[in-house]
């Protein structure tokens, strides 16, 4: 069978107090060959690129995350420099966030986003963009900036199919969490089934919203099978269809050697 891979998760982080090598091994067990390991702030970012540096398997990203409203502000200069090395795969995770604090108190997110954008068509390196109550200026953003010209994927996709099929328009590909899981995720579950096989990608968000069965513990890539499972469940085809479709989109999309 064709390996999956977990296209988002974040194995830095303090959760994994057991460090990462158990989780390496729950990953080869599953089925998991690779996974890309994902930056939310300047200050974490060293530790995810050690990862990347010591496990051929991981890859890394570099950015810092919409929420983070206390974070060091990345410059498009800074972003490309820490971008210029051959395991960071990705620009990201960018994007914009109103959950927590209304749209005219963040223009500061705007201002980050459109950095981040810029870094990456500076850097020739994708996007991994994170968008929640802010979709209509998330594509907006998006297509003032030409994020089409390096594409990306709009990671943990919770959004409606229109806004999926304008992602995809500029170049994107939507991913799928352990969310499509999820009882309450019809609506959901219906963009899923209308994405196509070669949009797709398929992601834990690792430590968060671990799918069913193991929904309210702590998540790791080894999970994102059970992502694959409910994908091909919605679409009616087999588990090593959906991982050969979201295998090659990773690799396609983030240009990296599958080592």
């Known amino acids: 069978m064709n390996a999956l891979v977990d296209s988002h998760c974040h194995l830095d982080f303090p959760d994994?107090?057991?460090?990462?090598?158990?989780?390496?091994?729950?990953?080869?067990?599953?089925?998991?060959?690779?996974?890309?390991?994902?930056?939310?702030?300047?200050?974490?970012?060293?530790?995810?690129?050690?990862l990347a540096e010591r496990y051929d398997n991981l890859y890394a990203s570099v950015g810092v995350h919409p929420d983070h409203e206390d974070a060091q502000e990345p410059s498009v200069e800074e972003l490309v420099r820490l971008a210029d090395h051959p395991r960071i795969i990705a620009i990201g995770e960018t994007g914009l966030d109103y959950y927590r604090s209304p749209r005219e108190a963040v223009a500061w997110q705007r201002e980050r986003f459109r950095t981040h954008i810029r870094a990456a068509r500076a850097a020739g390196k994708p996007l991994i963009i994170h968008t929640r109550n802010a979709a209509e200026d998330t594509l907006a953003i998006m297509a003032e900036e030409g994020a089409d010209a390096v594409g990306g994927v709009m990671h943990c996709f919770t959004e409606s199919l229109a806004v999926a099929e304008q992602a995809m328009a500029m170049g994107f590909y939507i991913s799928f969490s352990g969310i499509v899981t999820f009882k309450n995720a019809a609506s959901l579950r219906e963009v899923a089934a209308a994405v196509p096989l070669d949009r797709l990608l398929v992601e834990t968000d690792a430590p968060y919203l671990a799918p069913v069965p193991h929904r309210g513990k702590r998540n790791e890539p080894a999970y994102v099978v059970h992502v694959a499972e409910t994908i091909a469940r919605i679409k009616g085809i087999g588990l090593e269809e959906v991982a050969r479709a979201s295998r090659e989109n990773f690799f396609r999309l983030f240009a990296c050697p599958a080592v």
């Open 16 to 50: 994994y107090t057991e460090g990462v090598e158990p989780l390496l091994a729950n990953m080869a067990q599953a089925g998991v060959s690779h996974a890309l390991c994902v930056s939310v702030s300047l200050k974490r970012f060293p530790g995810v690129l050690a």
